[in-house]
């Protein structure tokens, strides 16, 4: 679901935008900020972050502290500039039509109950600055500023905001959080255990990366009950830059070095991230309806394309998406206010297509309203068309509008 957040393999944390608050500023060379300690904490690891994950650091950070209520406050403030009440119940209407999420989720209620759970601090792109939240333990500042300078240090060589821009669409944010999050994690995670050990390590060398990050990361659900019982969709979508965020970013650094994720190397849809290869990019699709109100139209993405084929035959089962090649969705409204969904998959061939929709065609039994699946063709490309609810007098057709060699 379209959720801009973070996490790292100790403590949850978030990305946001806002407006910089107006402090008392203490200048340092590299660090601007209020609190002594954390110009000290800061301007201490800077250079050597910047080293690590091979950016130059173009100028000084600014860091404050923030009060739990202060950032409740915030909260509330970007919740209603980034999803609106109208919008929220419109992703949830659609994803519910999926069978992702329940028909009567309070989608906003679970974010906020989700960041707050999460958050022990965060980088504002618009501001350029990082904050912190006061009661995090002295033991563990130093890590958590690990992670977030890196974000400050990413935000000084390309827009942050400008590739998490909410217009890319759902599949796409995730793919940009990934390199973000996925960068900033491995970082973190070569100095502090240099730190530990005393001895240098290069995680874009090391073998079985992976699987360890992941099993390291997987174990963090258990320590945030709001996450454990949300939505799978939600879960998935919050822990993805992180399972598969650091396993791109290294797999990339030990192809051609530790080199930025940004620029051609940023990947732009869960696909490119899950084959940790950017040798293909997603087809995309315009949707034209007649007969109904468009009100959501957007790209699944592999990723939640994934989750649902989980969510309704059993975890494991996602890998029926590794044939995916492109896709998007329109909810639609009729005459009687009557919401229903119609959803366009693209396949690499026949079989995979196939594959899919034999696999899924006795789940729709599952969904909240009658679900249709046909096997179509869309401009040669193998397809799939879902169709759920009261969409029956609605035309809706798929073109591909571009394709990439």
């Known amino acids: 679901m379209e959720i801009r957040r973070g996490l790292d393999a100790f403590t949850f944390l978030i990305v946001l935008t806002a407006c910089g608050p107006n402090a008392r500023e203490v200048a340092d060379d590299l660090v601007i900020s209020s ?131 909410r217009k890319l669409g759902n599949d796409q944010i995730i793919a940009a959080q ?11 995670l070569e100095f502090m255990t240099e730190r530990a050990t005393g001895v240098a390590v290069d995680l874009g060398q090391t073998s079985e990366f992976s699987s360890q990050i992941r099993q390291l ?20 979508s919050l822990l993805f830059p992180y399972l ?39 087809i995309e699709i315009e949707l034209e309806v007649h007969g109904a109100r468009v009100v959501q139209e957007d790209v699944l993405g592999q990723l939640v394309v994934g989750v649902m084929v989980d969510e309704h035959l059993g975890t494991g089962t996602g890998l029926l998406t590794e044939g995916w090649e492109g896709d998007r969705y329109v909810l639609i409204e009729n005459a009687d206010n009557e919401r229903g969904l119609v959803w366009f998959a693209l396949w690499k061939d026949a079989a995979s297509r196939n594959q899919f929709a034999n696999a899924m065609e006795p789940a729709l ?37 571009r394709t990439h060699d």
């Open 244 to 282: 598969e965020g650091v396993s791109f970013v290294q797999s990339l650094w030990s192809q051609v070095g530790r080199v930025a994720p940004f620029g051609e190397r940023l990947p732009i849809s869960t696909e490119q991230v899950l084959s940790r290869s950017m040798a293909e990019e997603p």
């Open 178 to 188: 990934s390199v973000i999050e996925g960068q900033a994690t491995l970082v973190m």
């Open 365 to 401: 039994v599952n969904l909240p309203k009658l679900g249709e699946l046909e096997r179509l063709d869309v401009a040669g490309w193998p397809a799939t068309e879902l169709r759920v609810g009261p969409v029956g007098g609605v035309r809706a057709t798929a073109r591909v509008t």
């Open 217 to 236: 990361l997987e174990e963090t659900r258990s320590q945030f009950p709001v996450l454990a019982n949300s939505p799978r969709v939600i879960r998935e």
């Open 35 to 165: 609190d002594p300690r954390l110009v000290e904490l800061a301007s201490a690891l800077l250079p050597d972050l910047a080293e690590y994950s091979g950016l130059e650091l173009r100028g000084p950070v600014r860091l404050e502290r923030k009060s739990r209520d202060q950032l409740v406050d915030y909260l509330k403030i970007k919740l209603d500039e980034e999803l609106p009440e109208d919008e929220a119940k419109s992703r949830v209407d659609a994803y519910s039509l999926l069978g992702l999420v329940p028909v009567d989720l309070d989608l906003r209620a679970v974010l906020m109950s989700l960041y707050t759970e999460q958050i022990a601090g965060f980088y504002e792109p618009d501001s350029t600055a990082l904050f912190v939240m006061d009661d995090q333990p002295e033991e563990l500042l130093e890590g958590l500023l690990v992670h977030e300078l890196v974000h400050a240090i990413q935000d000084q060589h390309i827009d942050l905001d400008s590739i998490t821009d």
